[in-house]
């Protein structure tokens, strides 16, 4: 709570200090915005978000003295990208709070699933014995294995006694 009063009063100060200035307020409001959302959602505990959080509140501030240096073009880049990374690190944070919650469901799931095969676990039925050749290779010949009904010779159909002609 005490970060978020903080970055209020950044923000407050910040657009005090750009009151005449040329950054843009609408800018600064959506990059102090990332930055307290970032925050706010625990993005300092992850090392991406933390590292462009860490960008956006130093280029923020590099904005802010380079405009009071007079030079409003580079303040202007400079802001462009301290929103860049506030958003990213915003973007960041939310994908891995997004992928912890999503952990928790999996985990939810299995102890959901252990509890139904708990609780439906019978004795399973006894399987009936396989015969002594079950699971040997069949001692079956091709000619075995061909039906009656297929040709005999390459003369004659399956049809009997309809010949084929040759090329057929």
């Given at each position: 709570m005490r970060q978020h009063r903080i970055g209020l009063a950044l923000m407050a100060l910040a657009l005090a200090?750009?009151?005449?200035?040329?950054?843009?307020?609408?800018?600064?409001?959506?990059?102090?915005?990332?930055?307290?959302?970032?925050?706010?959602i625990g993005g300092h505990e992850h090392p991406d978000a933390r590292l462009h959080l860490k960008y956006a509140t130093d280029q923020l501030e590099a904005a802010q003295r380079l405009m009071?240096?007079?030079?409003?073009?580079?303040?202007?880049?400079?802001?462009?990208?301290?929103q860049a990374d506030a958003e990213l690190a915003l973007q960041i944070a939310r994908t891995e709070v997004?992928?912890?919650?999503?952990?928790?469901?999996?985990?939810?799931?299995?102890?959901?699933?252990?509890?139904?095969?708990?609780?439906?676990?019978?004795?399973?039925p006894a399987q009936p014995?396989?015969?002594?050749?079950?699971?040997?290779?069949?001692?079956?010949?091709?000619?075995q294995e061909r039906p009656e009904s297929q040709p005999e010779a390459l003369g004659e159909s399956q049809?009997?006694?309809?010949?084929?002609?040759?090329?057929q």
């Open positions: 200090a750009c009151g005449s200035s040329g950054l843009s307020r609408q800018q600064l409001i959506e990059t102090h915005s990332a930055i307290d959302a970032t925050k706010e009071e240096d007079g030079e409003e073009e580079d303040a202007n880049h400079m802001l462009d990208r301290a997004g992928r912890k919650q999503a952990e928790a469901a999996q985990e939810e799931i299995k102890t959901l699933q252990g509890d139904d095969q708990l609780q439906s676990a019978q004795p399973e014995e396989q015969p002594a050749s079950a699971g040997r290779e069949s001692s079956v010949t091709p000619e049809f009997g006694d309809v010949p084929m002609e040759p090329g």
